[in-house]
């Protein structure tokens, strides 16, 4: 038996169907890979049984000729997604032993689809953080290492550090992940993978651990951006439950995959020209427009005014809404509680919020609760509003002169662990281009183009038009089909 | 605009934050960073531009009026710190 570990969701899907292996194979490697790769700390808990459970499912379906579009592929899911009697903590101590009576309607429709669970992938306390290094399980170590930077340990990027690190590393063949204002696709570029956040509401948001949830959506972190395409059509779909989920049908994007982009125009956003990215970063982009180019499409340059706003509005819009949403962590119906000797019920809320919350989410919880204060209210949190609606009018009329938008998707390649804890807002820079098409609700793709000279991966950013994932994921395709990049991370865990 | 020892007190307070004041210390310079970082927004001119409130354009969906589950109290408890007789129990609200 070939290992497995290095197909794509695709090729299981092919591979399973007729017949070259079979589901519990799949799911058997992976359990192993899953255990022999524990040094990463990418997964926080492991669900051998559960990915069995479902592969033998798909392996008596195919007798009856009744497979959903994922059976016989095990994945790893995000620590965000509630998931039925399962743990459930958002990375954060707060949540210790969770384990809802429900289950996440995206994690519902992937078992819907026949898809198995590996286990629960680490991830930043509550989606705060772009490193990974705030989960109150520690940081995932990259499985990537720099090529004269000694043994460094690395950054899977965030907040879905462990989707990411556990695809680069073949552990998972793919993994659910969020994006609240870049956290699939900074993780994704960080380690040589692909990943795409929807339309805001395309995914249902119902099950998912909020953190700003006027921005949190749910995406899919794969090898290929044909396995994005897969994994997104059975992730998809109006919930009733969901009063944001759009009521619209899923397209079929994995048939409608195209790389020929003859008559489209992509945008270069000349204010994402920022000072301080390395020439690598830049380089590529350059290279991206020329494969975009060659593919049939014509590169035009637009500009996007607002861009270095962007992240201060997010910094009040994110934390504002987080500090409303984790106000349910109080001690009172599940989690955490701590009583001070004595203690009434006030300084329980205090106690257990002081003890379960990390620094990172103290510190966005405090500047969420001074941006909504009486007083600051206006000056802060309504002015952030405003600019956010100037945001997306600059999308709005970009799109006017071009149908998809071409950046990078970080300012750097993969930090070390470590490197950029001291300075918060340095830590933030880290999703600048991101940021903007959450703000906007866009669709938004990160694919990898190449390797810096370090041999770390760097990605490449398109964002799309509302509701036009498609042309995201089309073009994205045809990036891959030019970058030609295999290289993957060296094994030394 | 930037903040006082006293008022990240009053804003742990509000947040129901214990906090200690070693943490305060700390926590007082690096929100002032961050809150002098966000005053970059000063700049723009937002004169008649309304505050964004819906990302994605969408209909507010009303359901009927109706109990759609139910009898899960068990479900619902299962999680609870402490739970008595059915229900959540707290520490003393009343002195």
Excluded at chain 1, 346 to 364: N, S
Excluded at chain 2, 1 to 13: D, F, G, P, W, Y
Excluded at chain 2, 26 to 45: F, H, M, S, T
């Amino acid at each position: 038996m070939s290992d497995l570990t290095y197909l794509t969701i695709a090729q299981l899907r092919d591979g399973f169907r007729s017949g070259e292996f079979t589901a519990r194979e799949i799911a058997e490697q992976y359990n192993a890979a899953v255990a022999s790769a524990r040094a990463l700390n990418a997964y926080t808990v492991e669900t051998p049984e559960d990915a069995l459970a479902a592969a033998d499912a798909a392996d008596k379906a195919r007798g009856n000729g009744e497979l959903g579009a994922l059976a016989g592929v095990p994945l790893g899911i995000k620590d965000l997604f509630a998931t039925r009697s399962v743990d459930t903590t958002a990375g954060s101590r707060i949540l210790k032993d969770f384990r809802p009576p429900y289950e996440s309607t995206v994690t519902a429709n992937l078992r819907r689809a026949g898809a198995g669970m590996l286990g629960k992938l680490n991830m930043d306390e509550f989606a705060m953080g772009s490193s990974n290094e705030t989960s109150a399980y520690g940081p995932v170590i990259s499985p990537w290492r720099r090529k004269d930077g000694g043994n460094a340990a690395l950054a899977p990027g965030g907040s879905s550090g462990g989707s990411s690190a556990a695809v680069a590393a073949r552990i998972a063949p793919a993994a659910t992940g969020t994006d609240t204002g870049g956290s699939i696709r900074q993780p994704a570029a960080f380690t040589g993978i692909c990943g795409i956040k929807p339309t805001y509401g395309r995914c249902s948001r119902w099950g998912i651990v909020s953190f700003a949830s006027s921005l949190d959506q749910a995406g899919p972190m794969a090898k290929t951006v044909r396995d994005c395409a897969i994994m997104l059509e059975a992730m998809a779909g109006f919930d009733p439950k969901d009063s944001t989920s759009l009521d619209l049908p899923v397209p079929a994007w994995e048939a409608g995959l195209s790389s020929d982009l003859k008559g489209k125009r992509i945008g270069i956003p000349k204010e994402y020209r920022i000072e301080g990215v390395p020439g690598d970063i830049n380089a590529l982009w350059d290279k991206g427009i020329e494969w975009l180019r060659d593919a049939g499409a014509e590169p035009v340059e637009i500009s996007l005014p607002h861009t270095k706003y962007a992240l201060p509005t997010y910094y009040i819009i994110a934390p504002a809404e987080a500090s409303s949403n984790l106000a349910r962590y109080d001690g009172v119906r599940y989690g955490l509680r701590v009583v001070p000797e004595g203690g009434n019920l006030d300084a329980m809320y205090a106690a257990t919020r002081a003890a379960g919350f990390g620094a990172e989410v103290r510190r966005r919880i405090m500047i969420g609760t001074y941006v909504l204060s009486a007083g600051f209210y206006d000056a802060y949190f309504t002015k952030a509003q405003k600019v956010r609606s100037l945001i997306k009018r600059d999308f709005e009329q970009a799109f006017e002169a071009c149908d998809l938008i071409l950046t990078p998707t970080a300012p750097s390649a993969a930090f070390g662990l470590g490197d950029k804890t001291a300075d918060p807002v340095s830590m933030y820079l880290n999703d600048v281009f991101a940021v903007p098409a959450s703000l906007a609700g866009l669709p938004a793709m990160s694919v990898p183009g190449g390797l810096d000279e370090q041999g770390l991966p760097l990605g490449l950013h398109l964002i799309g038009r509302e509701l036009d994932e498609q042309v995201v994921l089309n073009a994205g395709l045809a990036i891959e089909e030019r970058a030609g990049f295999t290289a993957k991370p060296q094994r030394w865990w | 605009m930037s903040v006082t020892n006293e008022q990240v007190r009053h804003i742990a307070k509000l947040a129901r934050i214990a906090m200690s004041d070693e943490e305060l210390e700390r926590l007082v310079p690096e929100l002032n960073n961050i809150l002098d970082w966000v005053e970059l927004l000063g700049e723009v001119n937002t004169d008649g531009i309304e505050p964004l409130t819906a990302v994605v354009p969408n209909t507010l969906r009303l359901r009927e009026d109706k109990v759609t589950d139910g009898n899960c109290r068990d479900d619902v408890l299962a999680n609870a710190p402490v739970a008595e007789h059915g229900f959540f129990a707290v520490p003393k609200v009343i002195e």
